[in-house]
């Protein structure tokens, strides 16, 4: 394979081959454009592998990834695996293949874009897009393996990122933008087994006469209501932090950050990536980078109240030739524990680092939250995802990568915060 991604035949038949599709159209392990950036098919075995290294045995996530906590089970990353162009979970001791050539020969590579939510009974549920037919995949972890569903693309049709998944009583509700219009939409199944797409209400322009959004930034975020679910997603065309909820079967919009409502004040842009969460007492808590001031944000929503505050500022400037609010917070997760108190991991692009922020969810948002730095080696850490679990620990992976930056040197590594260190 060369640089570009396409599979190189070294013979007149490989040759042929190629013209059909992939290295291997049989299996279609390093099928034609499946190796990403920095990977090589190995003609041998028809994977991908590290342009600097052989496949290795134990998953090597490069990219974004979804760690959950189910109930009373260790916590689970799923992601995808590059050499093997398949969708895995982890638990960091096993790893189970749910989609992709590795879990069945049949299966072109997919699960690049994933997202992941634990069910109440200790199920995992998964959403991804397969690549090259953009369609939406389901997945739920069961006794006997995964379960794996295709949505109907009749009905949804082509979908492209982001996407973010709830749980809903038992099942799975998927945010994710259409690809014909790029608006979104929230995507689960009725009790008929019938697929059912529900349009998401696009806000009006922040100020009088002003269009609606037409782009959406990076990510989505959604949790599950006690009668519907709540929406965090970011108004690309302003720059704004919409959420957007469902009770009950209606909808209902408001910006809570990057813009002044009452006034049409533009605060700068605001919002992207943000994270959700259902606090105990039925508010919602959202956590948001303020790219304007560079600084991550977090906040109550109760109804039309909204109750901010920074979190995180005072970070170090960027690299030479960069602007330190472009570097902060560009990848954020954050989860809840059990009595309120809210945990967010953040990159630091001015660093390359990740880092973990406790902080004790009140009204005042008091005390000073707790910044917990990550293990002080010199590696990059990219990409933190978190959960927390049924006791209150913090579950918390990242991607490290030597500061060399070969593929080879990336792993996942796991740390975990005892459920009594909080402030």
Same mark, same amino acid.
């Given at each position: ?7 190189? !035949? ?33 003609? =041998?075995?028809?994977?991908? =592998? ?18 959950? !906590? ?22 960091? =001791? ?67 990122? /982001?996407? !973010? ?9 998927? !945010? ?139 970070? $170090? /400037? ?16 954050? $989860? ?34 707790? =910044? ?52």
């Amino acid at each position: 394979m060369d640089r570009t991604g396409l599979c190189v !035949a070294a013979t007149a038949r490989a040759a042929a081959i190629v013209a059909l599709g992939g290295c291997a159209p049989a299996s279609p392990l390093c099928e034609s454009g499946a190796c990403p950036n920095g990977y090589v098919c190995d003609g =041998k075995t028809g994977q991908c =592998k590290p342009t600097d290294a052989l496949v290795g045995s134990t998953p090597q996530f490069f990219g974004r990834f979804s760690l959950v !906590a189910p109930a009373a089970q260790p916590p689970v990353a799923v992601g995808y695996w590059p050499e093997r162009q398949s969708l895995v979970a982890y638990d960091g =001791k096993a790893a189970s293949f749910v989609a992709g050539p590795a879990a069945r020969p049949t299966d072109p590579p997919m699960g690049r874009d994933v997202a992941a939510a634990a069910g109440s009974d200790g199920s995992v549920h998964l959403a991804w897009i397969r690549p090259g037919g953009d369609t939406l995949h389901l997945g739920r972890s069961s006794s006997g393996g995964w379960q794996v569903t295709a949505v109907d693309g009749s009905v949804l049709g082509a979908v492209a990122a /982001p996407l !973010a998944i709830t749980v809903a009583g038992d099942a799975p509700v998927v !945010a994710v933008r259409r690809a014909s219009s790029g608006l979104p939409v929230v995507v689960e199944r009725d009790a008929a087994g019938a697929w059912i797409v529900d349009a998401v209400p696009v806000p009006p322009g922040p100020r009088k006469d002003l269009p609606p959004p037409a782009a959406f930034g990076r990510s989505f975020s959604m949790v599950a209501l006690s009668d519907g679910v709540a929406l965090a997603l970011h108004d690309a065309t302003y720059g704004d932090l919409v959420l957007a909820v469902r009770n009950g079967g209606a909808w209902g919009t408001q910006r809570i950050a990057g813009v002044d409502v009452a006034t049409g004040l533009d605060l700068g842009d605001a919002g992207d990536p943000s994270a959700l969460a259902l606090a105990p007492d039925g508010a919602l808590v959202v956590a948001w980078r303020d790219a304007g001031r560079g600084e991550i944000r977090m906040a109550r929503v109760a109804g039309a109240q909204v109750q901010a505050q920074t979190v995180v500022t005072s970070l $170090a /400037p960027g690299p030479a030739g960069t602007v330190a609010p472009q570097w902060a917070g560009t990848a954020l997760a954050m $989860a809840l524990r059990p009595d309120g108190r809210a945990a967010v991991a953040w990159f630091n692009g001015s660093t390359w680092r990740s880092s973990l922020l406790l902080q004790r969810q009140t009204g005042t948002f008091a005390p000073t939250p707790a =910044k917990t730095a990550l293990d002080s080696g010199a590696n990059l850490q990219l990409w933190p995802s978190l959960a927390v679990d049924q006791d209150g620990a913090v579950h918390l992976a990242w991607v490290e990568v030597g500061r060399g930056r070969a593929l080879s040197t990336a792993r996942l590594v796991w740390a975990t915060v005892a459920a009594g260190a909080w402030p």
